[in-house]
């Protein structure tokens, strides 16, 4: 009696302690995981607020997630990005809640993106216990792995940067094996980044993204604190602490660069702005729009994305950043770049619809190069960028070429001025684009600004250490033909000889007397070779 009894209460708690099971996991799917994972936590009245915000939002996100969302609708999704950005603070804020349900509504939301344990995200206990790091990451591809080599190159050389750097690219066409090995090659603390292996290409669709690559570039690296970077974009001044002491970076996690600011007349200008004040109907613009010349005073461009600057661990900032990925999406790209050019608009874009704080240097951008017209225009196709402490160059973009395009030339640039607009529309510079001197951009209206000595030193360092890249990475250059000539019978060189001493000495007397004085005004000086073929692009 005794031993069936046994096993008559075996029988009934097996099946009891199932459901107990079921019902737990049913839960941390379905949201009430938020209630908190262990009891007695020290933080337990701040948990429990965390946990009803959690539910709260994880509730308003479930009713909507499922709902499909057209392409075009920018301001949505803002709103949607605005409640996984609340519902991800929560979950970071309190180390009890289960991250899970969170996962589970963004893979919803966006199917191409499988978060990985490599990725830094604000909520993986992985990312709470190691140390924050800080590094670069660098979006080549083959016809640009050269730029990439003269940047890392002068960070380690000239500039002394430590900073881990990550080389991105999508797939084998996009960057083969024996560029990534020559760029891995230059220094011990580069790793290579596929993005192919984070995110379904299908959607995402990087392979002949261009620059769709870079915010998932951002979004895939295992860095905290991440720098943003071109290939043809060269610091000039060591970025390591840029985290520490650039203002605005320090207290939004995103900090921005500007685009030279002029005004272009024509209908994609138009179109550009309304679109924007489309998207931001109802929406009140944060104090930064409202400062920005793209929004009061109607500039063609508001950002320059060749260095972009984002804290990770912030959850609002990494949402932004998924974001801005999702604009750069196969689908909605075709949307978003009818109205931008390219990527750079998307990543202040989010931050501005889905309501996280971020910040841009106030000033825009200006250029570094040499003068012309007595030193009233400076030249050449570098744009150039200030720190927000000093204001001083701190990087520019284009490469240290004199004409990044022309991928037969290793002609370096000649960087000795540097010209720089003020804050408001009055104070801004003039450009002018001069296609007949190889793609050079020309500035007047602000002070040519002579380089330091010690800016000068730097320069000459670079393109030095370029040089080497260019050694160890290019193809030597073709040498130049050998003219070939049919040797002369002695008495043909005789008489030649003959006529030569007899004809030379009244020719060249002529030529010093009569052509030297002429030479400068036929072969045209700096002063007069200027803008007769240019176009102005501000009105």
């Given at each position: 009696?005794?031993?069936?009894?046994?096993?008559?209460?075996?029988?009934?708690?097996?099946?009891?302690?199932?459901?107990?099971?079921?019902?737990?996991?049913?839960?941390?799917?379905?949201?009430?995981?938020?209630?908190?994972?262990?009891?007695?936590?020290?933080?337990?009245?701040?948990?429990?607020?965390?946990?009803?915000?959690?539910?709260?939002?994880?509730?308003?996100?479930?009713?909507?997630?499922?709902?499909?969302?057209?392409?075009?609708?920018?301001?949505?999704?803002?709103?949607?990005?605005?409640?996984?950005?609340?519902?991800?603070?929560?979950?970071?804020?309190?180390?009890?809640?289960?991250?899970?349900?969170?996962?589970?509504?963004?893979?919803?939301?966006?199917?191409?993106?499988?978060?990985?344990?490599?990725?830094?995200?604000?909520?993986?206990?992985?990312?709470?216990?190691?140390?924050?790091?800080?590094?670069?990451?660098?979006?080549?591809?083959?016809?640009?792995?050269?730029?990439?080599?003269?940047?890392?190159?002068?960070?380690?050389?000239?500039?002394?940067?430590?900073?881990?750097?990550?080389?991105?690219?999508?797939?084998?066409?996009?960057?083969?094996?024996?560029?990534?090995?020559?760029?891995?090659?230059?220094?011990?603390?580069?790793?290579?980044?596929?993005?192919?292996?984070?995110?379904?290409?299908?959607?995402?669709?990087?392979?002949?993204?261009?620059?769709?690559?870079?915010?998932?570039?951002?979004?895939?690296?295992?860095?905290?604190?991440?720098?943003?970077?071109?290939?043809?974009?060269?610091?000039?001044?060591?970025?390591?602490?840029m985290f520490e002491r650039e203002p605005g970076l320090t207290d939004t996690g995103m900090l921005f660069w500007h685009d030279r600011a002029f005004r272009q007349d024509g209908d994609s200008n138009a179109d550009r702005h309304s679109w924007i004040r489309g998207l931001m109907s109802g929406r009140e613009p944060s104090r930064m729009l409202n400062q920005s010349l793209f929004w009061t005073d109607?500039?063609?461009?508001?950002?320059?994305?060749?260095?972009?600057?984002?804290?990770?661990?912030?959850?609002?900032?990494?949402?932004?950043?998924?974001?801005?990925?999702?604009?750069?999406?196969?689908?909605?790209?075709?949307?978003?770049?009818?109205?931008?050019?390219?990527?750079?608009?998307?990543?202040?874009?989010?931050?501005?619809?889905?309501?996280?704080?971020?910040?841009?240097?106030?000033?825009?951008?200006?250029?570094?190069?040499?003068?012309?017209?007595?030193?009233?225009?400076?030249?050449?196709?570098?744009?150039?960028?200030?720190?927000?402490?000093?204001?001083?160059?701190?990087?520019?973009?284009?490469?240290?070429?004199?004409?990044?395009?022309?991928?037969?030339?290793?002609?370096?640039?000649?960087?000795?001025?540097?010209?720089?607009?003020?804050?408001?529309?009055?104070?801004?510079?003039?450009?002018?684009?001069?296609?007949?001197?190889?793609?050079?951009?020309?500035?007047?209206?602000?002070?040519?600004?002579?380089?330091?000595?010690?800016?000068?030193?730097?320069?000459?360092?670079?393109?030095?250490?370029?040089?080497?890249?260019?050694?160890?990475?290019?193809?030597?250059?073709?040498?130049?033909?050998?003219?070939?000539?049919?040797?002369?019978?002695?008495?043909?060189?005789?008489?030649?000889?003959?006529?030569?001493?007899?004809?030379?000495?009244?020719?060249?007397?002529?030529?010093?007397?009569?052509?030297?004085?002429?030479?400068?005004?036929?072969?045209?000086?700096?002063?007069?070779?200027?803008?007769?073929?240019?176009?102005?692009?501000?009105?």
């Amino acid at each position: 009696m005794l031993v069936f009894l046994r096993g008559r209460r075996e029988a009934f708690i097996l099946p009891a302690a199932y459901l107990v099971l079921v019902i737990f996991l049913y839960g941390s799917i379905n949201g009430i995981g938020y209630r908190g994972k262990r009891l007695g936590s020290p933080s337990a009245h701040q948990g429990t607020r965390y946990a009803l915000i959690a539910n709260s939002t994880h509730s308003q996100l479930e009713a909507i997630v499922h709902e499909p969302i057209d392409i075009s609708d920018f301001a949505g999704m803002g709103d949607r990005m605005a409640l996984f950005s609340r519902l991800a603070h929560a979950v970071t804020q309190d180390e009890t809640l289960d991250h899970n349900p969170l996962l589970t509504l963004l893979r919803e939301q966006f199917h191409w993106w499988e978060p990985a344990w490599s990725i830094y995200a604000p909520w993986n206990p992985r990312s709470r216990t190691k140390k924050q790091t800080t590094g670069i990451v660098i979006c080549v591809g083959a016809n640009n792995f050269i730029y990439a080599g003269h940047l890392i190159r002068t960070l380690r050389k000239t500039l002394n940067s430590t900073l881990p750097i990550q080389i991105a690219y999508s797939g084998e066409a996009d960057l083969p094996f024996e560029k990534r090995a020559a760029l891995k090659a230059l220094d011990n603390n580069i790793q290579t980044l596929n993005l192919l292996d984070y995110f379904d290409d299908h959607i995402a669709g990087l392979q002949d993204g261009g620059f769709a690559q870079k915010p998932f570039a951002m979004l895939a690296s295992r860095f905290q604190k991440v720098i943003l970077l071109d290939a043809d974009t060269i610091f000039l001044q060591n970025p390591d602490r840029m985290f520490e002491r650039e203002p605005g970076l320090t207290d939004t996690g995103m900090l921005f660069w500007h685009d030279r600011a002029f005004r272009q007349d024509g209908d994609s200008n138009a179109d550009r702005h309304s679109w924007i004040r489309g998207l931001m109907s109802g929406r009140e613009p944060s104090r930064m729009l409202n400062q920005s010349l793209f929004w009061t005073d109607g500039v063609f461009h508001e950002m320059e994305s060749g260095a972009v600057c984002m804290d990770k661990g912030r959850s609002s900032v990494f949402m932004s950043l998924v974001f801005s990925a999702w604009m750069n999406t196969r689908e909605v790209r075709s949307v978003t770049y009818a109205h931008t050019y390219g990527d750079k608009e998307t990543f202040w874009l989010a931050a501005e619809l889905s309501g996280a704080a971020y910040h841009f240097n106030p000033i825009y951008g200006g250029i570094m190069g040499y003068t012309k017209d007595k030193g009233t225009l400076v030249c050449s196709s570098q744009l150039l960028h200030l720190d927000g402490r000093k204001k001083k160059p701190l990087w520019l973009n284009s490469s240290l070429r004199r004409n990044k395009h022309n991928q037969e030339s290793r002609e370096f640039a000649t960087l000795t001025h540097w010209m720089v607009p003020g804050y408001n529309m009055s104070q801004q510079i003039d450009w002018h684009y001069r296609a007949e001197d190889g793609l050079d951009w020309c500035a007047h209206g602000g002070e040519a600004l002579e380089m330091s000595t010690e800016e000068l030193r730097v320069i000459d360092d670079m393109i030095g250490e370029s040089m080497k890249v260019d050694d160890l990475l290019l193809p030597p250059p073709p040498k130049p033909p050998e003219i070939h000539t049919t040797p002369k019978p002695p008495e043909a060189a005789e008489k030649q000889e003959t006529v030569e001493t007899a004809a030379v000495p009244e020719k060249q007397e002529t030529v010093e007397t009569a052509a030297l004085p002429e030479k400068p005004e036929t072969a045209g000086t700096p002063e007069t070779a200027d803008s007769s073929d240019s176009r102005s692009k501000k009105s």
